[in-house]
């Protein structure tokens, strides 16, 4: 089966500039996942939707950044306008199921997008 | 902080020879799941340990987990150069915290 496709792959931007990024899932994969990965750290949740709705949001920098799910398949995550600090790898994940505090499923993460911002 | 760490931060052990990692948290959990990422293939799943398990097993890999201490340990025995890659465990209560990770090298 075809694996989590993020593009692009590398973005260098300047800062106070916009910028998205686009994931498509796993077909059948009702849960997607967005996180930030800075350098030497462990990936942390942006955001996770069960199909379209939004499930957690709770620590996506709501003043710059959003992201939505249409017609739960592709997601999109935008900044707008970055900062030197959001320079990290954004990594788009899905995963098959998720059902209240019963989560039981693996996540399936994509290459992730390089952001670099000057 | 809620997501607890993984320990050591590196480790560094010739091929052949066992590596353990630990993860510890801080609040209770539904499950946990243990990841790899390298250059290569990015964040891979290796393992899920519900909270009512306390041992599972896959090929290599061994998980253990001590809900008492907050704990969980990864085992891999008979290392290979190709197990080298950053380790991460990832708890789930609510929504789901990534720790830092631990960096393995298994020298050849």
């Known amino acids: 089966e075809a694996g989590v496709a993020q593009s692009p792959r590398y973005k260098i931007i300047e800062k106070r500039q916009s910028v998205a990024f686009w994931c498509n899932p796993i077909?059948?994969?009702?849960?997607l996942y967005w996180y930030q990965q800075i350098l030497g750290q462990g990936p942390k949740l942006l955001i996770q939707?069960?199909?379209?709705?939004?499930?957690?949001d709770s620590q996506l920098p709501k003043d710059r950044f959003s992201a939505e799910r249409l017609k739960g398949v592709d997601s999109t995550l935008k900044i707008q306008p970055a900062k030197l600090e959001d320079s990290a790898v954004y990594l788009c994940?899905?995963?098959?199921?998720?059902?209240?505090?019963?989560?039981?499923?693996?996540?399936?993460f994509g290459p992730g997008t390089r952001l670099t911002v000057t | 902080s809620q997501q607890g760490e993984e320990d050591p931060q590196a480790l560094s052990i010739q091929e052949g020879e066992n590596a353990t990692m630990n993860c510890s948290y801080k609040?209770?959990?539904?499950?946990l799941q243990w990841y790899r990422q390298n250059s290569g293939r990015g964040l891979v799943h290796l393992i899920l340990i519900r909270s009512n398990e306390r041992e599972k097993h896959s090929g290599r890999l061994r998980v253990t987990l001590d809900t008492s201490k907050k704990s969980s340990s990864l085992l891999i025995t008979a290392s290979r150069a190709a197990d080298t890659a950053s380790y991460f465990c990832?708890?789930?209560?609510?929504?789901?915290?990534f720790g830092s990770g631990t960096k393995l090298n298994v020298k050849p």
């Open positions: 077909s059948g994969h009702a849960t």
């Open positions: 609040t209770s959990i539904n499950n």
């Open positions: 990832a708890k789930y209560f609510n929504k789901f915290y």
């Open positions: 939707f069960q199909n379209n709705g939004v499930v957690d």
């Open positions: 994940a899905s995963s098959l199921h998720f059902q209240g505090s019963d989560f039981l499923y693996e996540q399936y």
